[in-house]
């Protein structure tokens, strides 16, 4: 099960820098003119967790096998993009494919590095793309309630559920806000998502800041956070600089480099676990000899769609799951210990995967 972020922003805003950072690749060209990114990059990253790697240490694995999540860094995106201004419209689509919106805002002020409004200010730009998925959504609404017409006036259910969250969204749209802010039931989620809204997505700001406000942000990141918790979404404050600088360096170099800059960790880290919080993913484990394996799976799935992960065969056949909770395989030893202390439990249908859970899959062919 894959998810993808798709990197958004205005040009010049560090999205291609942070791209190659996040990618550890030069494969995204950064450059000080508009659009110079014109066909979307993408890029899968590792999710680092050190939970694995003690896990494989435990367990003696051959390989280790992190979960990944793929990152799009698409073309700087300007006002009128909706109209097809820039090289909006054949990116929209871009945006579309993608589980959530990494909206890329310059926190920084430098002079040899042209901003396409004249001015810096991160709010403004936050609402300009805003603006422009919202009228890229509320045009696309409007086609297809048009087209959904005629299937209605025969009674088809799926034509009146579509056009029933259709038209709820093109009431907020109308209104200026994003299809986020729709209450969307339970069981119209499934329905909901097929919509593929660019404004439906969850949204992460990315506080692009100079190197000297990497640790604490500065004023400009702080009227980001603002924003965003005013609108219920997420924000990390990162130097897209410092992150490419990182992702050049070697792990011990890079310990080097964190400490002399004042940081904890890589901006790279907060960025995933944002990104897993937005997006309410969790990660459990299988551990073995031949390798140890991490597995992303959203909150709340039971044992049977966990199993589905790894093969559909594992789901179809799903008999029950054997689950040691992490704590519990770290401070025993391992698995064999953990059974024999009674913490290797069996678990049928019902169970509901926790985060950090190792697990063994039991299953018919």
Known sequence: MGFKVGIVGLPNVGKSTLFNALTRTAAAQA?????????????????PDP?????????????????????VDIAGLVKGASKGEGLGNQFLANIRECDAIAHVLRCFEDGDITHVEGRVDPVADAATIETELMLADLESVEKRIAGLQRKIKGGDKDALDQDRLLRAAQEVLAEGRPARVVAVADEDR??????????????????????????????????????AA???????VISARIEEEIS?????????FLEEMGLEEAGLDRLIRAGYALLHLQTYFTVGPKEARAWTIPAGTAAPQAAGVIHGDFERGFIRAETIAYDDYVALGGEAAAREAGKLRAEGKGYVVKDGDVL????NT
């Open 51 to 71: 939970r694995l790697d003690r896990l494989a240490a435990i367990a003696k694995s051959r390989q280790i096998i992190p979960t990944r999540m793929t990152f």
């Open 31 to 47: 450059a000080n003119f508009p659009f110079c990114t014109i066909e979307p990059n993408v890029g899968d990253v590792a999710v």
């Open 190 to 227: 499934k329905q909901w998502k097929l919509l593929q809204l660019l404004t439906a997505k969850p949204v992460l700001y990315v506080c692009n800041v100079e190197e000297a406000s990497a640790a604490g942000g500065n004023a400009l990141s702080a009227r980001v956070g603002e924003m």
């Open 248 to 256: 050049q360096l070697d792990a011990e170099e890079q310990v080097m």
């Open 360 to 363: 063994h899959f039991l299953f």
């Open 230 to 236: 005013a609108e219920g979404n997420a924000h990390v």
